[in-house]
């Protein structure tokens, strides 16, 4: 009990509207953390307790609803005041979560347009003589990310290629060097970046 109490001291992602699916992972990771998000996931109900109840159906009924309450009260305490408005005449975690879903995620239509442009914004992407290595990895992760988060994938292969091919002439001997000791359709995006930065 010592371990979730000091977890639960762990500062909880606020959800203010923006990047909702940044906050979504945070907060289910969060919940699965407490043991709480197979709650948010299943809605079940609670059956009202039988007559005579023994201690272990009083006990389970009660670890039921406590852990119903305390799932709802992560996800109204995850949210602004505004967005908390919005949401709290809802009566369980889960229908708490799936508003939040709809409302902020998006339909199909709007997430794939989403894709299209981050897809765009990635391949408009080059490295400026200014940047360091880790600065243009830093921004190209980000985007795919994004993408992964929006739920299509995006292979890791991708980023090492772009960034092979579009790195300023000053990395052309890190190129060459791995070109010569590496099968670079096999390198890993932390190879590239650990080349690179050696050069730097």
């Known amino acids: ?10 500062a909880l992602p606020v959800f203010n509207g923006e990047n909702y699916d940044l906050w ?11 043991d709480l998000w197979e709650v948010v996931e299943e809605e079940y109900e609670v059956l009202p307790l039988p007559e005579n109840p023994t201690m272990a159906q009083i006990k389970n009924h009660k670890e039921k609803k406590t852990r119903k309450a305390k799932a709802k009260s992560c996800l109204f ?3 602004s005041t505004t967005i908390f408005t919005r949401i709290m005449t809802l009566k369980s975690a889960k229908k708490n979560w799936d508003y939040l879903k709809v409302e902020y995620a998006g339909d199909e239509r709007i997430r794939s347009m989403q894709v299209l442009n981050l897809m765009r914004e990635f391949e408009l992407q080059r490295m400026k ?5 880790k600065e243009y990895s830093d921004k190209l992760l980000g985007i795919a990310n994004k993408i992964k988060l929006l739920g299509s994938d995006f292979a890791d292969s991708r980023i ?3 960034i092979l091919v579009t790195v300023p002439e000053r990395y052309e001997a890190s190129i060459t060097l791995l070109e010569n000791t590496k099968d670079l359709s096999k390198i890993t995006f932390l190879e590239v970046l650990h080349a690179f930065q050696a050069q730097e």
Do not use: P
Not at 24 to 31: C, N, Q, R, S
Not at 129 to 133: G, K, M, Q
């Open 129 to 133: 003589e200014s940047d360091t290595i």
């Open 1 to 10: 009990m010592d371990s979730e109490a000091s977890f639960s001291q762990a």
């Open 24 to 34: 979504a992972v945070k907060m289910e990771a969060y919940l699965e953390a407490l």
């Open 77 to 79: 305490a995850g949210v």
């Open 160 to 162: 090492v290629e772009k």
